[in-house]
């Protein structure tokens, strides 16, 4: 049974950090692309970023680059991201996902790629 817990979540002020968590378990973590995608109030899910079951490969919404910096610890089975210089608008639920096929994803941003969510984590950012 696949189970997905992120953690790290928060109120901060603009401008500040925050490092948020997924521990993963129930499948062979280091053969999977992981993901974080996040949904505010009103909004549908949308892709944040990815990173490749090597940790060599990343992708991010042109709304976090250079702000957030998603890595790995394949021997911890565990994703992180760290979420530096915070705006209002990062305010949200994240979630981490786990995608439907091993290694290489195409769709690699679509909701419909990834098989497993965690529960999510509240960020909230403060103006």
């Known amino acids: 049974q696949v189970q997905l817990v992120e953690s790290g979540g928060g109120l901060v002020q603009a401008g500040g950090s925050l490092r948020l968590s997924c521990a993963a378990s129930?499948?062979?973590?280091?053969?999977?692309?992981m993901a974080w995608f996040r949904q505010a109030p009103g909004k549908e899910r949308e892709f944040v970023t990815s990173?490749?079951?090597?940790?060599?490969?990343?992708n991010y919404a042109d709304s976090v680059k250079g702000r957030f910096t998603i890595s790995r610890d394949n021997a911890e089975n565990t994703v992180y991201l760290q979420m530096n210089s915070l705006k209002p608008e990062d305010t949200a639920v994240y979630y981490c996902?786990?995608?439907?096929?091993?290694?290489?994803?195409?769709?690699?941003?679509?909701?419909?790629?990834?098989?497993?969510w965690g529960q999510g984590t509240q960020v909230t950012v403060s103006s």
């Open positions: 996902a786990l995608p439907r096929a091993e290694y290489y994803i195409a769709d690699y941003s679509a909701t419909w790629a990834y098989e497993y």
């Open positions: 990173i490749n079951w090597s940790g060599r490969s990343t």
């Open positions: 129930g499948r062979t973590f280091s053969r999977y692309t």
